[in-house]
């Protein structure tokens, strides 16, 4: 399955989401055309497939698991513009979402977003992630935040063994997963986006790293690969 244009995308979301979800969305999309006049936050041309490139790309997120997305808080790394945390909070508005940047205008930015849409789940917080207070989230995602090896050497120690790790990495999602080294160990693979035939997105659970101390809540296991 794939979508290919905007009333694609959009039909698509309709089949996930209730109607008060779908108002935050159409609210969201509102909101980003307003602020990307005052900041870069999309490339300006994506706005005019922002369904397909933004809201459902970061909605697949909740699916490409199997539909076995975990219950419990979700870490949005790098967030930016809101893809994906935004659009999660928005769909799913029981669950708490944290969605972190380490750029000013970007948070406040989120701030103010997920004020406008009664998103009381939503936690901001202005940081690198190296510099994050240790914690542990049930679901983590990246989007195109740093390569995967570097994003496991900051980002392990917020992990369990049953976190489960959603990071969409475009056209090179298999080769980064190929040449992590086999110090991690992990049952990750790779599943096609629905809005880019080209792109992938990394998915499953760390496990742990080999000889050194694992990252905290990761004990020793054997390699899956």
């Known amino acids: 399955m794939s979508l290919a ?18 108002g935050r969305l159409e609210s969201l999309v509102t909101a980003l055309a307003d602020e990307n006049a005052r900041q870069n936050l999309v490339a300006r041309a994506s706005l005019e497939h922002v369904w397909q490139r933004h809201i459902a790309d970061s909605a697949q ?18 967030s930016g513009a809101g893809f994906p945390g ?30 406008a849409l009664g998103l009381v789940n939503v936690e901001v917080i202005l940081s690198r992630v190296e510099d994050l207070p240790q914690r ?10 740093a390569p995967l090896e570097r994003l496991l050497a900051i980002a392990a120690r917020f992990s369990t063994q049953e976190t489960l790790w959603l990071l969409p990495k475009g056209a090179k999602a298999q080769h980064e997963l190929d040449t992590l080294p086999a110090d991690w160990t992990h049952l ?11 792109a992938g997105i990394i998915v499953g659970q760390l496990l742990g790293y080999k000889d050194i101390k694992p990252a905290p809540g990761l004990r020793q296991r054997g390699s899956s690969r």
Request: charge should be negative.
């Open 86 to 115: 935004l659009v999660i909070a928005a769909l799913q508005p029981e669950r708490a979402v944290t969605l972190v940047d380490s750029r000013r205008l970007r948070t406040e930015w989120l701030a103010r977003a997920a004020a």
């Open 5 to 22: 244009d905007e009333a694609e995308a959009r039909a698509w979301l309709a089949t996930r989401a209730d109607a008060a979800a779908l």
């Open 188 to 198: 990750f693979h790779v599943e096609h986006s629905l809005t880019d035939p080209s």
């Open 136 to 145: 542990h989230w049930q679901v983590i995602s990246a989007r195109a935040f």
């Open 61 to 78: 997120l909740l699916d490409v698991s199997r539909g076995t997305v975990p219950e419990g808080p979700w870490l949005d790394l790098g």
